[in-house]
């Protein structure tokens, strides 16, 4: 039970600044066009915004399918290494996904 207690415990600190950071990125995209119209349909924006978080920290959980595969590793040092690698390498994904898709034609 140990190794899953120090997966959750890594993960899911880590879970708080990947979910900042993509609301950081949506905001600062679509923000000040949000707040500029007079005549928001709120609903469609929660739901918009609620959909790409839903989908965000579900491509999230597939850190735990990596983590599996770290537990593999022979010694300690390359799992600590690895994991910090695969939530580098995840961050730069989800920023370049979020970006593409927020500032993609017809979506700004």
Do not use: D
């Not at 207690?5 to 066009?33: D, K, Q, V």
């Not at 040092?77 to 939530?87: A, K, M, N, Y």
Request: some cysteine; glycine content about 6%; aromatic content about 12%.
């Amino acid at each position: 039970m140990k190794p899953l207690t120090h997966a959750i415990r890594f993960w899911e600190i880590r879970r708080i600044l990947y979910n900042s950071w993509l609301a950081f990125l949506t905001f600062a995209a679509w923000g000040p066009e949000i707040l500029a119209e007079k005549n928001q349909n709120w609903l469609e924006v929660t739901i918009v915004i609620g959909s790409f978080a839903f989908a965000a920290n579900a491509l999230y959980c597939t850190a735990y399918i990596a983590e599996g595969l770290l537990n593999l590793a022979p010694t300690k040092t390359i799992h600590s290494h690895g994991r910090t690698i695969v939530f580098l390498c995840g961050m730069t994904i989800a920023t370049a996904l979020a970006l593409w898709i927020l500032l993609g034609r017809g979506m700004a």
